[in-house]
């Protein structure tokens, strides 16, 4: 079920806020908080993301069909939302060779690994309930992991967190832990009882663990009292209207249910399905592109942050926080989808991966294998865009990564992402400012400087630096639009009849915010002398 492989040599890793480093939790927020009113989300300016995405319609079925004959996948289904839309949805090939069965947008596929962030939503749940901490130790509620032998003396316990994120010390359990699916949760426990072998203490590196995350769905049935299974259908899949998810197979109407298969000797050999169990946290569920759609979509609904009322399973900002890397590793020899170099930095949060690039484009992604089944998906927050597929080929992308990267980012380029409007404050400092750096009237200095303004360079310097920066540029034609960083921070340009001045300020935390930086230098126009 592995979806991230073992990255390049010459990574960093980082560490953000792991319970193993700080012992300050978010896991007892209080009952309400006092709201500014102030902030403005970001928004979508000229919005065409649906009509830019169905333009490529045609491209991305073609993809798919050409892809799936050359590598004998015998069905593929997909689908791309916007928001809460799900703009196309299609499939090509077959569900069931033996009675060569079509597969359609409702036909059903074990999407494996994918299964990962229910369980992570459903521990983060329980923890917004405060029913558990993400710092617990996880021999408070699995005693059974009291006698465990770890690697050295300085290892720390392992606790929730290291679980979600995969950092407990137990080994890659890929495919030993495709086989697992349908064990009991006695084999699990006496996988415990006999003792583990760790491959690196706790919290010290990123390894994929199944295993990890079939203890978390022990958890899950302790604490709530009845089967992870049972809680997550009921607490994250019915709220989101997934009525045609499921755990075991025989559940699912046979006329939907994918046969799964791999490609040996130059044949398509069925593979077993195996039965749901105590590894089912880990890859267990059964769901058709309909369906994911809207699990995709809840995710994207997390941004940006805003003040409207919470509707989901969890919190919007528990969203945000399983979108959020823990251990980062950097990608230094990336290339972009046009083959040009770009680094990328990615990590594992609460089970999901997330990247960011050169372009300074984020994604969240988890895929998904086992044997007989092969699925991804990947969504970006901030243009509010999901793509996911399945396919019945044991441990096979479900798409042509090089390829469908170069049309997916193609487009996505095309697309403007949310934009971060320009707060009251922020906005009132702007012209402020530009009166100041013309005049420095004493009463603007007073009203807007910082105490620490002209202790960290003299009124003297700073006002002859920034009068030089004027001479060069010449008489000023106009004022341009403010690029607000966030509400207290942002820059602008003044156009100049010799070129532009480049002005970059940030505010202060106080109630009343004032300027506390300042940089203002002179871009000269290339045809100037």
Known sequence: ???????????VLISLGSCNQQQETKEAPLASILVSGSYKPAVFENDKRIEKIKEITPEIHELFTKYRK????????YGIVVDDELVIASATGLINLENEKTATIKSEFRIASMTKSFTAMAILKLRDEGKLSLCDPVYKYIPEMSELKYLTNDASVIDIEDLLTMTAGFPEDNPWGDRQLEESDQMLMDLLKKGVSFSNPTAYDFEYSNTSYALLGNI?????????????????????KMEHTYWEYDSVPKNQLVNGYRWENGQWKLEPILHDGVYGAVGGLITNIEDFSKYVSFHLSAWPPRSDSDVGPIKRSSLREMQTPQFSKLHANATYFNGEPCAKISGY??????????KELKWVSHGGALP???????????????VMAFCNLTYTYPWPNKEFGKLLFKTIDKIEPRHLPISTILNDRKDQVVELIQNWDSDIEKKILAE???????????????????????TIIN???????????GSFKIKAENGFIDVFFTLTPEKYPK???????FQQNETSN
């Open 515 to 521: 300027v506390q930086k300042l940089d203002v230098s």
């Open 372 to 386: 007989g089944f092969g699925s991804f998906y990947l969504f970006f927050p901030e243009y509010g865009v999901g």
């Open 452 to 474: 620490n303004f002209y202790l960290d360079k003299s009124r003297k310097n700073r006002t002859a630096e920034i009068q030089e920066v004027l001479d060069k540029a010449g």
């Open 1 to 11: 079920m592995k979806i991230i492989n073992k990255l390049v040599l010459g990574i």
């Open 349 to 358: 949060g609460y089970g999901l991966s997330t990247t960011s690039n050169c």
């Open 220 to 240: 899950i049935s302790r604490i709530s009292g009845k089967p992870f299974q049972e809680y997550i259908s009921e607490n994250i899949l019915l709220p989101l």
């Open 479 to 489: 004022i341009q639009e403010l690029k607000p960083i966030n509400q207290l921070r």
């Open 70 to 77: 050359k590598k004998n996948i015998p069905g593929i289904v």
